[in-house]
C-alpha cells in the first residue's frame, strides 16, 4: 500500500471543515487556522470521529502580551526538542531576513509547525494567506498551492500593483473557484503555466434540502442570507422593495446575517417606510439558516461584489429561485432564467422587475426551484469536490515546477 501524501491545509476560518472532513480520508491531512484554544477544543469535541487533535493546529488570532509569552515558550520548547532544525532555521532566517530578529521570531512562529511536519503539499485556502507565507519554500521542501476565493483577489492589496508577485512566481498550484476570479487573478499579473484547478464550492446536500413543498399563498416570502457589508448590496434589494411596497405587493423580505453595516441597514429601512415587510434576523446557525431557506419562496442576492457565493449554492439546494446580480462570479453560480435570475449590479429596478415576475408567475416557480435542486446535485456536491481536489493534488504533486 503506497503511503498517503502529507497535505497541510491553512485557513483563517473553519468553513472548510467538510472540505477538511473529506480530504482527510485520502491524505495525511494538516489543518491550521486561527482562533482561541478554546476554539479548537470545542472544533475537536464536536469532531472527534473525524479529525484527530494531532492533526488540528492552531494559530493564535491576537499577539497580545500573554501570546508573544506563549510564543516565546513554545519556541523555547522547539529548541530544546528539535535543536537542529531550529537551530538550521533561525539561522536560515536570521540571513534571508538580514538580522530582523522581530520578524524572524514570528516567521519561526508560524513556520516551523510546518516544518516540523514535512509536508508533500501546503495549500492556503486564501490569497492573502499564500501573501504572508510567500517565502515558505525557502525552508521546507513542498508544492505550494493557494485558492483565490474573492476578497483575497478583488479588494486585497488593490494599491500594490505587485502585492502577488512572489505568489505568482514561487506558488506550484492555483485553485480558483470560477473562470471569474482566475480572469481578475491574470489582471492582477497571473501569468499560467502551473497547475490549475477550477473547482467551486459544495455544500451539505444532506443538510440543504427542502423538506416540503412550495407554494406561495398571496404573501411572498423573500429571503437574503449573508454578512451585513456594503459588498451585499442590501441597499439596491430595499429600494427594489420599496418599488414593490408602492404597488401594494404583499411580502415579507427576512435577512439573515449580521455585520458593520446593521445601523446602516436599518436607517434604510426606516427611510424607505418598510418597517413592517423587513425583519432582521441576525447571525443564525446552518440548521436555523434551513429552516428560515425552507420557509421562503424566493432568494434574493443583491451583490455589488462576490467570489461565488456559497448562500446561493444553499438556496438553489433548498428548491429556492434566486435573484442575483452579476457581480463577478455570480453569474457562474447560477442558471439564468432556468434557476433564477442574473440582474446587472447596482440596479435596484432591474431587481423590482424579477421580483414582480415573481409574483405573476408563481405557479413557475416551484418548477424553477427543482432546476436548482438538480443543479447543485451535479454540480456543488461536497462528494464531487473532494474527488476534484484529489485530483489536483495528485497533479501538483506530480509537476515539475
Known sequence: MSKKLRLILIADTDFLKDKVFGLSQHFDLHFFCWGKKSSKEMFLQKYSNKLSDTNVHLYYDKLSPLTLLRLL????????FYPVLSIRTISKMLNLYRGDKKKTFIKFSLYFPIIRLKPDIVHFEFGTLAHTFSDLKQFVDCKTAVSFRGYDINFTGLDNPVYYKDVWSDFDGFHFLGNDLKYRAIKRGYTGGKV?????????????MPTRAKS????????????????????????????????????????????????????AVTELGLEDVVV???????????????????????????????????????????IATNADGLAENIKDGITGFIVPVYNAPAIAEKL??????????????????????QHFRIEEQVEKFKDFYTRLHASYY
Open 73 to 80: 515558550l513554545l519556541n523555547i520548547y522547539r529548541f530544546l
Open 280 to 322: 432582521l434576523l441576525g447571525a443564525l446557525n446552518k440548521h436555523e439558516v434551513q429552516k428560515e431557506l425552507d420557509n421562503a419562496h424566493v432568494f434574493l442576492h443583491p451583490a455589488v461584489s462576490e467570489g461565488f457565493c456559497n448562500a446561493v449554492i444553499e438556496a438553489q439546494a433548498m428548491a429556492l429561485p434566486v
Open 196 to 208: 490549475e484547478g477550477l473547482i467551486p464550492p459544495a455544500i451539505d446536500t444532506t443538510l440543504f
Open 216 to 267: 406561495a399563498g398571496n404573501k411572498l416570502v423573500i429571503i437574503s442570507v449573508g454578512r451585513l457589508t456594503w459588498k451585499k448590496g442590501y441597499e439596491y434589494a430595499l429600494q427594489a422593495l420599496a418599488v414593490l411596497k408602492q404597488k401594494r405587493y404583499s411580502f415579507e423580505y427576512r435577512i439573515v446575517g449580521d455585520g458593520n453595516h446593521r445601523q446602516a441597514i436599518r436607517f
Open 356 to 377: 414582480e415576475w415573481c409574483f405573476a408567475n408563481k405557479n413557475e416557480l416551484p418548477a424553477m426551484g427543482m432546476e436548482g435542486v438538480k443543479r447543485v446535485q
